[in-house]
């Protein structure tokens, strides 16, 4: 379900960036479309994993069991979402495996899922621009000509996100670097990025722009006094808001809601007024 299609939508009408110099950007869902669909791989997945224990639930009760903190757990590393299936594992009886192999399941069937996307691109069959959210590039572009450093981290593995940012041509934008998941998970995560800059005294918190079509970055961005816009598109055509994403997105805590980058030059007009 979507809604109508604005161009952006003001929830924090004082939100202003005039003073921001750095951005923070989420990956998948905020700028690539590489991996749109992951859910409908790892769902089913998982989904498998509890039916082979034979507890009588039917297949929609698992279903809405595992989308239900599938969806709760996105935009933390892929491995939270790991964990919290071998604890449904364990509950149900069962003798869960390691978290970090559920993952590398869950990636070697998502890589067969998308590896045609991939190399489409890397063949100069398929554009750049047809996996990114319309009007990324020219985001980047204003926020680099503005003065702000970007920073772009993921949920994602690191290797993967990495080679997918080079893939799409966004790595050079990123002065301040590029960050993914690794499977020490303890070692990194959005909020602890987003104190190392603090701690090096790059900015202030309320000099963070945070980009971010999940919770999480919103919340690690609003937590240290920041703006955070919410990016809720709908990830088909990449016109619309998703109403999901959208009210997901309101609740976490973000300052705007956009579908895509299409009307930045309109948006950015409020948010870098005075």
């Keep these: ?32 479309l590489l991996r749109a669909g992951w859910a409908n791989v790892m769902v089913p997945m998982m989904v498998e994993e ?32 790991m964990i919290e299936l071998a604890r449904q594992v364990e509950l149900r009886g069962g003798s869960p495996r390691d978290p970090l192999e559920y993952k590398r399941q869950y990636l070697d069937l998502l890589g067969a899922r998308i590896e045609h996307r991939l190399e489409g691109v890397r063949t100069g069959q398929a554009p750049a621009e047809q996996y990114l959210v319309p009007g990324s590039i020219r985001l980047l572009e ?12 993921s949920g994602t593995d690191e290797p993967y996100m990495k080679m997918e940012a080079d893939l799409l041509g966004v790595t050079p934008y990123f002065d301040g670097g590029v960050f993914g998941a690794l499977d020490d998970y303890k070692s990194f995560s959005k909020r602890i990025l987003i104190q ?23 919340e690690n961005v609003k937590g240290v006094g920041g703006v955070a816009i919410g990016v809720a598109t709908d990830e088909g055509a990449c016109l619309s808001v998703d109403a999901w994403k959208r009210d997901r997105l309101a609740k976490a805590g973000a300052d705007g809601i956009i579908p895509n980058y299409l009307q930045w030059d309109a948006y950015a007009g409020r948010l870098f007024s005075k």
Excluded: W
């Design 1 to 32: 379900m979507t809604q109508a299609d604005p161009s952006f939508e003001i929830l924090n009408s004082d939100a202003r960036a005039t003073e921001a110099r750095v951005a923070l950007f989420d990956f998948d869902g905020t700028l690539s």
């Design 142 to 153: 204003d926020l680099k000509a503005r003065g702000l450093r970007l920073y772009l981290a």
């Design 50 to 81: 509890l039916e082979r224990l034979k507890t009588g639930e039917s297949e929609a009760e698992l279903e809405s069991v595992v989308r239900e903190f599938v969806d709760r757990l996105t935009g933390k590393q892929t491995i939270y979402q």
């Design 196 to 218: 190392r800059i603090l701690d090096r005294s790059e900015c202030h918190g309320q000099e963070i722009l945070g980009f971010g079509d999940g919770y999480v970055e919103i």
